[in-house]
């Protein structure tokens, strides 16, 4: 049969003694222990650093991804908040409240008076405030 098949016998008998069990298989149990201690937000990069921290590991971050896309897991990427200045200003109780509005008619002088503050940022200085009051007659 070996002769037929064009192989050694010594090749047939060594892959009948080779074990059927995964070679990877203790390291893809150690990478789904740290995935899932983590809180499934790791990356094969972190996991790679994980796997030396904890288990003296020096594993190549290519064997490490290849091994989670056969487990299946990848990171979840976490969305960052981004709030925008005028919403921070709210939460924060910069802005006031508006008592007038839009309602500009007036019987007197001095009655009602407005403000408009703008605030920019500049690179060579922490920021510019510009303000302005005025009254309506």
Not at 28 to 51: M, P, S, T, V
Not at 89 to 112: C, H, T
Request: glycine fraction near 4%.
């Amino acid at each position: 049969m070996c002769t037929y098949l064009n192989i050694n016998r010594s090749g047939y008998y060594a892959f009948l003694k080779r074990k059927k069990e995964d070679r990877d298989g203790e390291l893809k149990r150690k990478i789904k222990a740290i995935y899932e201690e983590r809180n499934k937000i790791l990356g094969y990069r972190r996991i790679q650093d994980e796997l030396y921290r904890q288990h003296d590991l020096i594993v190549n971050h290519k064997k490490v991804l290849r091994l989670m896309q056969e487990l299946g897991i990848k990171a979840i990427i976490r969305r960052k908040i981004h709030r925008t200045s005028y919403e921070a200003a709210v939460s924060d109780g910069r802005i006031a409240e508006n008592l007038l509005q839009r309602d500009f008619k007036v019987n007197g002088p001095n009655q009602k008076w407005v403000t408009d503050v703008t605030q920019k940022f500049v690179k060579f200085v922490s920021s510019i405030t510009a303000s302005s009051i005025s009254f309506i007659k």
